[in-house]
């Protein structure tokens, strides 16, 4: 082993419009659905994007700045109503030049963009309409694509359908913490099913371009799942959980069809399956990816449920340092998730194991063969202010990326088909529905001052160096 990936291995950064754009009334962009239910009285803590990170304002200096970083490559996405502000489909003509400008700033400094065309903000109107529940959304968003696929073609070399079905769908319908604030397991499947439609809609919409230089993948979050105990009702429970987190996703995108498991076990669970179409299901097994994103967090740890667990519900920690609330899921009758007190928990009651980068390549090797694998997220929360010396000395961020990285290492040299990282994030921005104090960026951002000033942080200079000294030629 060498301890080095590949030349052209993509290292840099990520982010999504609602969370660093800002200026959301600006440059003719329409209402999104974070717009409209930051705004409202359902946002209890009155946090929004309205200004965030001010991208809109301020993207050439942060992308400057990701490139004396050491970064070759950045993550971000774009504003469905900033391109398609109504429903009559007419191209805001400003956004898309706003877009344009981000993509020739970054090819200005070498940097590869891989753009998301959903990273949680969908129309207002649509919302209005039932969202993802409306079977509509899938064609709705495949126009979309298809606006986008004509506006930029080949300035973009790597496109994501969708980001975090699973979350999402998890947070928006289940949880409800997330708009429009539903909690229904019915609900949540039919949303699921319709945002994979949607993703192989818009691979539809791709092909037919023939780009020779442009790929098209989807991201989700990866959460490996794995068991204490090695007993026949751990195995059945850690199938279950694959199933719920990963499997109906990563197998329809991958293989083209669900896994044959699931559906009977959700007409068990009692859910109505008749929203599931055979021409859907032909349609899908023509529109397979090019690569698989993947934001890697963290494991999942399941075990067999049991009937004080409860009801079907995710448990987020959206409270953070002081709490003793650990995050977790509970899904009647397959499983309820597990907990190593030995290994350390951030603040939010999420288990940090950096090995688990290692264990999800591996798996993906072993499942779906030598598809192209991005880690398109991996980072960690932290409380941070800036120190007497001006700086912001994260090492406990450090420390985080230093051991997923090696893990990430250890899997290409090996064999793994991994082809890029993106911290988590580019710089500071706002955290769905917890606001600002939850930091995650590799810049720090003065919110109190006028002009948003930018602070490298420690991590910022240790990303530079590890670049450096873990790719081939460097």
């Known amino acids: ?53 001010d991208f809109y304002h301020r993207y050439k200096e942060d992308i400057r700045m990701a490139a004396e970083g050491g970064q070759n490559t950045l993550r971000f996405s774009i504003s469905w109503t900033r391109i398609l502000p109504d429903q009559s489909g007419k191209v805001n ?16 400094y070498g940097i590869t963009p891989n753009v998301t065309l959903l990273h949680y903000d969908i129309p207002a109107w649509l919302e209005d309409m039932g969202g993802y529940r409306n079977p509509i959304f ?71 371009f023939n780009f020779k230089n442009s790929q098209v993948g989807i991201v989700h979050t990866t959460n ?46 009692g859910i109505d399956t008749s929203f599931v179409k055979q021409e859907d299901l032909d349609l899908l097994a023509t529109t397979h990816i090019d690569f698989l994103g993947q934001n ?22 959206n409270v953070g340092a002081g709490q003793k609330r650990l995050e977790g899921y509970v899904v009647k009758n397959w499983f309820t998730s597990d907990h190593d007190l030995n290994n350390p928990m951030n603040a939010w009651g999420r288990e940090e194991y950096p090995k688990t980068v290692y264990d999800m390549l591996m798996g993906i090797k072993k499942d779906y063969g030598d598809i192209p694998v991005y880690i398109t997220e991996n980072g960690c929360a932290m ?37 890029g990282y993106y911290a988590w994030s580019t710089t500071d921005c706002y955290s769905w529905i917890n606001g600002y104090e939850k930091r995650y960026g590799l810049v720090y951002i003065d919110y109190e001052s006028e002009d948003l000033k930018r602070i490298p942080k420690d991590s910022y200079y240790w990303f530079k160096d590890y670049i450096k000294e873990h790719t081939e030629g460097e």
């Open 1 to 53: 082993m060498n301890n080095k990936v590949k030349h052209d291995f993509l290292w840099g950064s990520a982010s999504a419009a609602y969370q660093c754009e800002g200026g959301w009334n600006e440059g003719g962009k329409g209402l999104s659905n974070w717009d409209q239910f930051c705004h409202s009285e359902k946002n209890k803590k009155g946090f929004t994007g309205d200004v965030a990170a």
């Open 93 to 108: 003509e400003e956004g898309v030049n706003f877009y344009k400008d981000v993509l020739l700033e970054c090819k200005k």
């Open 138 to 208: 899938a064609d709705e968003f495949a126009k979309y694509c298809k606006v986008v696929f004509e506006q930029f073609g080949e300035l973009i070399p790597l496109y994501v359908t969708i980001n975090e079905i699973t979350h999402n769908a998890i947070c928006s319908y289940l949880t409800g913490h997330y708009p429009p604030n539903i909690h229904s397991t019915q609900a949540l499947c039919e949303v699921g099913y319709n945002m994979i439609m949607a993703h192989a809609k818009a691979v539809v919409e791709f092909r037919k």
């Open 224 to 269: 490996t799942v794995q068991i204490l105990k090695d007993t026949p009702e751990y195995r059945i429970a850690q199938r279950r959980c694959d199933l719920f987190k990963n499997k109906w996703i990563t197998d329809p995108v991958i293989l083209g069809k669900f896994p044959d498991d699931l559906l009977p076990l959700l007409k068990e669970s």
């Open 296 to 317: 890697c967090y963290t494991r999942t740890l399941a075990r067999p449920y049991r009937e004080e667990d409860g009801e079907t519900n995710y448990y987020p920690n």
């Open 383 to 419: 409380y941070e202010k800036v120190e007497e010396d001006g700086k912001i000395h994260d090492q406990r961020r450090i420390d985080f990326m230093k051991g997923y990285l090696d893990w990430l290492v250890k899997a290409e040299n090996e064999g793994c088909n991994v082809k």
